[in-house]
């Protein structure tokens, strides 16, 4: 009988929680397929930045101001942005992980966000990870998450993940790492 190849959920879901930043999603659901994942959900309506006017007359202080106050209108008064059949294949996957090693080298010395999708995902990636699940599905609404898996006895079950639960993971999670480089002293020190 052959194994089943397992699945590194951490990765996995981090990697869609960075493509799903990209959109600026809101509230998703993800399910998995045989071969893909498959996302729905809502963004932020993307808009097109206005360029400023700039007057020679204006303080740049009033230039701020405008500007600030036309982004704000914007953002208010524009719809939630609808997506439905978004797929994550396995060539998808590997590219945001790329990308995302990229830019976590830019930026190794600082703690990540635990509030971001991608570590949010992460973390629920690591929670199955652990306990040796399948996922089946993920629904994310208002900083909740429902969680569908099967668990090493092929029992499906049901978890339901509040803000707290999925930062007290991260922070579990977050210890485990590897500890970052030490400064090498310098010539001049």
């Known amino acids: ?40 959900g809502e963004g932020k309506k993307p808009t097109t930045p206005d360029a400023p006017k700039v007057s020679l007359k204006k303080s740049f202080l009033s230039l701020v101001l405008n500007v ?5 209108a914007r953002t208010a008064d524009s719809p939630p942005f609808h997506f439905t059949g978004l797929r994550f294949t396995r060539t998808d996957i590997e590219l945001l992980e790329r990308k995302g090693k990229v830019l976590q080298t830019n930026f190794e010395n600082d703690a990540p966000d635990p ?7 992460r973390t629920v990636g690591a929670y199955l990870d652990q306990d040796g699940c399948r996922l089946l599905k993920i629904i994310w609404r208002d900083g909740f998450l429902k969680l569908w898996h099967v668990n090493r006895r092929g029992v499906e079950s049901k978890d339901i ?12 999670q977050y210890k485990q790492r590897r500890p970052m480089r030490l400064l090498k002293r310098t010539g001049n020190d």
């Open 115 to 121: 509030h971001r999708l991608s570590q949010i995902l």
């Open 1 to 40: 009988m052959k194994a089943k190849a397992t699945v590194n959920y951490q990765n996995v879901l981090r990697a869609i929680g960075q493509g799903l930043e990209a959109l600026e999603v809101k509230s998703f659901d993800l399910e998995v397929s045989a071969s893909h994942y498959v996302v729905r």
């Open 161 to 172: 993940l509040s803000p707290l639960a999925l930062y007290d993971q991260w922070v579990h």
């Open 68 to 72: 600030t106050k036309k982004r704000t």
